[in-house]
């Protein structure tokens, strides 16, 4: 393979590299200016640019499966898709940053780390081997953990910082040492060879590798039992980094456990499916009770994305061609709702200070019905009330829960999605039923604006597009297959 | 009337586009409340006008669907947008959409605050009532039957009482956990069918052991919506929080949901089950019916007391349809589309006097009669009508009923007519203390009589209870093939239990 083919199926990510090492250039020389908010727009527009420049390159290329890099990275129609997604994603959240937010984030340092994320997120997608699943894995972990802590005058984020990274050591630990262990025996870091090696008798140390492995990636995916950071993470972080955690990191994770369940331990799918239950299965628990008693948004929208991720671990927990369709639509649903809800979050300040109370939305709907009426359409949507978007992806993933036999699984699933309506419905109760204690600031900023009201075209019409989502996503996924 | 256009899906979706129209209304904000119920009126009167043409258009001759409209909506899976009506679902929609103008012209004075979000979430709820009864594709018909909630949810808990917003949490967490549970059953005839067409899946045979499972998630659904005893108990708070409209569209029109779902479903896709079941179901219904109608009696609110009498009422379609023949369910039908026209228009009887009085105590009325003798005699039409009194529409229904749940058990019959006597007692108990005897509390003396526009609701629905109690083949006519057809379906355990 010439090096000409080489940089048009890896387009998105040196594009993305490009841009971030320019932007270290820009960020160093251009600071010394006079107008610092000059030199940061100029920074913003090169990293959005970035992101719409990479997303781009993703419809030139083709859809057939590439082989890179000796076999460690690799493109195909499913990637491809899941790469746009987290483009657009964080297009999405870097373009809320760009709306004046301070808490000390908004520096040339933090869209530059914002960058590096998405590269790793990026090769995490096309990752075809475990080295190169590590090396994507934690190019994109240590830049978050980094914003994570950025607002450096507060405690609490300072200690979401430590937090996300102690745990996520630990996970990358438990990960390593599951590759190892599959290393050991099957002989290669390859997925292909991995599968290939899984023939016959299984030895228990791949399977216990597995477990690790998995184990690795459940932390990454917040889902229960690992979610322990999650809602302590999304609290303490700056909201705009929240917003990022919210939206795009688990799009590239979850595609990373597909990847290594549906094509790298192909074999054994038996033995990941019961970890997929109960992961799925603890996870839905966990996300629709933790939210129950949440007084803090970003806390409640933390154990609402746990639950998230047990909806979406049901069809993946499914094996099959319709299980990962589900996965797919699934995401896809969530990057909007995430961009939606955040986008209104970000918007509710007092006196120019964000609140993040659950009860500062009280009487929302008269001082600013349209963030209110956005926000009842982005919780109704992730209540999966149709005809929104949210019903769609539960559909489809229960759906493939259903026909690989996991009746239980769906009924647990669409019972804690009830429990799980009364915290939505309680924000669309404070918003609609009740009188507002304090007013918040006027006024929507045009890229909050521009956000919600694309997330919220996409939650309504969504029903429009699905027979098209389900149809793409169902070619996609055939190279799992 | 051809069906080169697509008429069902202007009917369905007009109401959404009036929305549209709504968000466009600027102007001051007295400017704006004017023109946002002008404008929904309007909307919803066309509406109901359009729906005419289905009923002029119909064939009551043919068996199967009409004005039928199929696109692909995802391909390859057996899922299309699929529109369609038959003598059963069509007065359905005709009850929505002539309820739905009655409901907004009823809110005309007292809804105040944020009359346009009140008229976008009733047009909504129009979209999605109709578009229910119209969906010839389960997952459509999930898709709409779980919207309804979401506009309803706000009439009662942005519009209703003191303790709304405890209700509309009830009524919606109740409704949800009844239609996830279904949802899970579609997924699995979705499963074994690998279509979600309605049609198809009547004809499709479940086994039956699979059937009994099915069947409860689908009763779980419906039995909330009905309501049925025990799970009714979101029904009495949810109607006496909610504005007059949002009551009256609510015992209108979304308490059939049940009834419709159980013969859309239930019968023709689950026979054996429905079969194996219906003795479960009679019981319940007969002690809805009974237990109730006593509850009904102890009651000192008006409204409370008239959504306690809907559950007994409501008991009487389950045994309708339960009998599982023609007298049965053409009963239910009947019942369902008489209660939609009586029981609105009660709720409407309360929302008048509370317009005046705000209270809904029995106790703080009293020789109503002599301030609003107009209001009494329609108050007293209607009373009679919900009472079963012959020349009414509810006289039909419930007799038929009562016949078929004769020819299945007659015990059923026997302990359901008691329920008769009981809802007379408490109705005409309720009137006499709220209309009759000496208006001796002053602020009765005062009361406005009723207004032009408060007539202009009471006449149309009397008239229609008028004269399907006179004249009941109009509707009769109309369902009879419909109701062959579902019996069709049924037909081996039919002839089994005979």
Known sequence: MDLAQTFSAALPEFILIAVALSLVLVAAFDRSSESEAGSMKLVRSLSLGGYG???????????????????????????????????????????????????????????LLVLMAVLGMLLMISAHDLIALYMGLELQSLPLYVIAAMRTNSLKSSEAGLKYFLLGALSSGMLLYGASLVYGFAGSTAYADIAASLSGD???????????????????????????????????????????????????????????????????????????IALSVASMIVGATGAIMQQNIKRMLAYSSIAHMGYALAGLAAGTAEGATGVVIYMTTYVFMGAGAFSIIMSLRRDGAPVER???????????????????????????????????????????????????????????????????????????????????????????????????????????????????????????? | MSTTWPLLSVITFLPLTGVLFLMLVRGSEANVATNSKLVALWVSGFTFLLSLFLYFGFDPNLSGYQFEEQVDWIPGAGISYHLGIDGISMPFILLSTFLVPLSILASWQSITHRVRDYMIAFLVLETMMVGMFASLDMLMFYLFFEGVLIPMFLIVGVWGGAERVYAAFKFFLYTLLGSVLMLVCMLVMYHQAGTTDIPALAEFDFAP?????????????????????????????????APTAGSMILAGVLLKMGGYGFIRFSLPMFPEASD???????????????????????????????????????????????????????????????????????????????????????????????????????????????????????????????????????????????????????????????????????????????????????????????????????????????????????????????
């Open chain 1, 53 to 111: 420049l990479a997303f781009l390159s993703l419809l030139t290329l083709s859809s057939e499966q590439v082989v890179l890099f000796n076999g460690l990275f690799a493109t195909d129609g499913f990637s491809l898709y899941m790469k746009g997604l987290v483009l657009l994603g964080a297009f999405f959240a870097s373009w809320l940053v760009s709306d004046g937010w301070g808490e000390g984030i908004d520096r040339p340092e933090f869209h």
């Open chain 2, 209 to 241: 052991a699979l059937q009994f499972w099915l069947f409860l998630g689908f009763f779980a659904s419906f039995a909330v919506k009905v309501p049925m005893w025990p799970v009714h108990t979101w029904l009495p708070d949810a109607h006496v929080q």
């Open chain 2, 276 to 498: 194996l079941f219906a003795p479960m179901i009679f019981v319940l219904s007969v002690i809805a019916v009974i237990y109730t109608s006593l509850v009904a009696l102890a009651q000192s609110d008006m409204k409370k007391l008239i959504a306690y009498s809907s559950v007994a009422h409501m008991g009487f379609v389950t045994i309708g349809i339960f009998s599982m023949n023609e007298q049965g369910i053409a009963g239910a039908m009947f019942q369902m589309i008489s209660h939609g026209l009586v029981s609105a228009a009660l709720f409407f009887c309360v929302g008048v006097v509370y317009d005046r009085l705000h209270t809904r105590e029995i106790s703080a009325y009293g020789g109503v009669v002599d301030a609003m003798p107009r209001y009494a005699t329609f108050f007293m039409f209607m009373m009679l009508a919900s009472v079963g009194l012959p020349g009414t529409s509810g006289f039909v229904g419930e007799m038929l009923v009562l016949v078929g749940a004769w020819n299945r058990a007659d015990w059923v019959a026997i302990l359901a007519a008691t329920g008769l006597i009981l809802g007379a007692c408490y109705m005409l108990w309720l009137y006499r203390r709220v209309v009759f005897g000496r208006a001796e509390k002053p602020e009765i003396l005062e009361l406005e009589a009723l207004s032009g526009r408060e007539f202009m609701i009471f006449v149309p629905l009397t008239v229609f209870v008028l004269w399907f109690g006179v004249y009941p083949s109009t509707l009769l006519d109309i369902m009879e093939v419909a109701v062959r057809d579902v019996l069709g379906q049924i037909g081996p355990v039919q002839t089994a239990l005979r």
């Open chain 1, 202 to 276: 299984v030895p228990v140390g791949l399977t216990v590798g597995m477990v690790f492995l998995l184990s690795g990636l459940a932390f990454k995916i917040s889902a229960a039992p690992f979610h322990m950071w999650t809602p302590d993470v999304y609290e303490g972080a700056p909201t705009p980094v929240t917003a990022l955690f919210a939206i795009v990191p688990k799009v590239a994770a979850m595609t990373l456990v597909m990847n290594v369940t549906y094509f790298a331990f192909s074999g054994i799918s038996v033995q990941w499916a019961q970890i997929l």
């Open chain 1, 358 to 481: 659950i009860s500062d939305l009280s009487g929302l709907s008269s001082s600013h019905p349209l963030l209110a009426a956005g926000m009842m359409v982005v919780m109704f949507s992730m209540a999966g009330i149709p005809p929104l978007a949210g019903f769609f992806g539960k559909w489809y993933v229960f759906l493939a829960a259903v026909n690989a036999g996991l009746v239980p699984l769906a009924i647990i699933g669409v019972l804690t999605s009830v429990v799980g309506a009364f915290y939505y419905l309680r924000i669309i109760k404070l918003m609609y039923f009740e009188d507002a204690d304090a007013p918040l600031d006027e006024g929507l900023s045009r890229q909050n604006r521009l956000v919600l009201l694309t997330s919220l075209a996409v939650i309504i019409l969504f029903f429009l597009g699905i027979g098209q989502l389900a149809g793409t996503a169902d070619t996609n996924v055939q190279a799992f297959f």
